[in-house]
């Protein structure tokens, strides 16, 4: 399927690793041209790179820190208006309501909840005036399950989708298409990290954390390219009706009502 996306110009934040390397990778593939953002500079050179060898598109990177004042700002006058923007950056910290400190909450939905939202005021205004465009914002099905172990991520995951569902309920009639996608456990090194932290609560030791990952569907978290193709699709014209709405990628987890 030809998603006609050759040509078109996508912003991923939180480029660097895990869910946001690899829908650099797939769009890129696609033939988008690519502004990544992250961190870590050095990883992010690292990924230019390795696209740059495999495919005839643009890549500029941005090393920036979106909680720092005034970076999402600074990222918009350098950007200007993509056709996409893929609001992934940020990891809530897991844990109960008293493993996780307030500075710990707070430094978490700085930058997943927070920079979500200052990422859509200002993109949102500048695709407006180019015509239109997409946003899809990486949510995480912490959100649905609202487990008491994940309690900051659960609670600022659904404060996302309620975010998504209201800006994107009358964003086509500005022709911008506003999408959730609620991701369970994906095959990178934060879902392990997690595993290891519930096996040491549940099971006294973080190596046993394989038992805990038996209870996923098929035994197994999701393939990165089964969420990074789906983003792919819902970025394309082969999704044009498709918004204010949130689409959960978990094998199903979310409604047996348990994160593990």
């Known amino acids: 399927m030809d998603l006609h996306l050759t040509g078109k110009t996508a912003l991923i934040t939180g480029a660097s690793q895990g869910i946001g390397e690899h829908v650099a990778e797939t769009l890129a593939a696609e033939g988008v041209n690519l502004h990544l953002t992250a961190r870590n500079a050095a990883r992010l ?30 990222l918009g006058e350098a950007v200007g208006a993509p056709d996409i923007l893929v609001n992934n950056a940020g990891a809530i910290p897991s844990g109960d309501l008293w493993d996780v400190d307030q500075e710990s909450w707070k430094t978490g939905w700085d930058l997943k909840v927070f920079g979500y939202i200052a990422m859509c005021r200002i993109f949102y205004r500048k695709m407006k005036q180019a015509g239109g465009g997409t946003i899809i914002n990486i949510i995480g099905n912490g959100g649905e399950v ?64 394989r038992t805990l990952q038996t209870r996923y569907p098929l035994g197994r978290p999701a393939h990165r390219h089964e969420i990074s193709d789906l983003i792919a699709f819902l970025a394309s014209s082969r999704s044009g009706y498709t918004t204010g709405t949130i689409i959960t990628v978990d094998g199903g987890i979310a409604s047996r009502r348990s994160l593990v």
Do not use: W
């Not at 598109?57 to 720092?68: C, G, Q």
């Not at 991520?153 to 911008?176: C, E, H, K, V």
């Not at 090194?189 to 549940?202: N, P, S, T, V």
């Open 45 to 74: 050179e690292a990924l230019k790179a390795r696209i740059g060898a495999r495919c005839a598109v643009r890549v500029d990177i941005h090393p920036l820190d979106l909680t720092a004042d005034g970076a999402p700002e600074q």
């Open 146 to 209: 609202l487990d008491p172990k994940y309690i900051a991520g659960a609670s600022g995951n659904a404060s996302l989708m309620g975010f998504t569902r209201a800006l994107g309920a009358y964003s086509l009639d500005d022709n911008i298409r506003v999408i959730g996608v609620n991701p369970g456990p994906v095959d990178t090194d934060r879902i392990y990290a997690m595993l290891r932290k519930f096996a040491q609560i549940e099971l006294g030791n973080p190596e046993e954390y």
